[in-house]
């Protein structure tokens, strides 16, 4: 099975930059889409980005447009999410995601076969 392993979180004060990224790794030639979510204790799992494998299409939530960016390099199986003007309220484990689909359906996590065990980002004010 595809096997996803995130790292990059951290701590930084807000407005800074982080950058996440994810290695897949398996039967890999199933994965279509690759996506990022984040959640913090007590609430469900949030949409964040997510990006297909062979177009590059991308598509964010509106509540980090502009701010981050998803890309892949395909060729070392890893997705990276660049994360500027960072603000408290993006705190929040990240996690990986990934799909053998691309539509509409993509910004909720039943859309996705494997995931990640997360990266902790904290944003201090």
């Known amino acids: 099975q595809v096997q996803l392993v995130e790292s990059g979180g951290g701590l930084v004060q807000a407005g800074g930059s982080l950058r996440l990224s994810c290695v897949f790794s398996g039967p890999t030639a199933s994965i279509y889409t690759m996506g990022w979510f984040r959640q913090v204790p007590g609430k469900e799992r949030e949409f964040v980005a997510a990006?297909?494998?062979?177009?590059?299409?991308?598509y964010y939530s509106d509540s980090v447009k502009g701010r981050f960016t998803v890309s892949t390099y395909n060729v070392k199986n890893t997705v990276n999410l660049e994360m500027h003007s960072l603000k408290p309220d993006d705190t929040a484990v990240y996690y990986c995601?990934?799909?053998?689909?691309w539509g509409p359906g993509l910004s909720g996590t039943a859309w996705y076969d494997y995931w990640g065990q997360g990266t902790q980002v904290t944003v201090s004010s």
């Open positions: 990006i297909s494998l062979n177009a590059h299409d991308t």
């Open positions: 995601a990934s799909s053998s689909r």
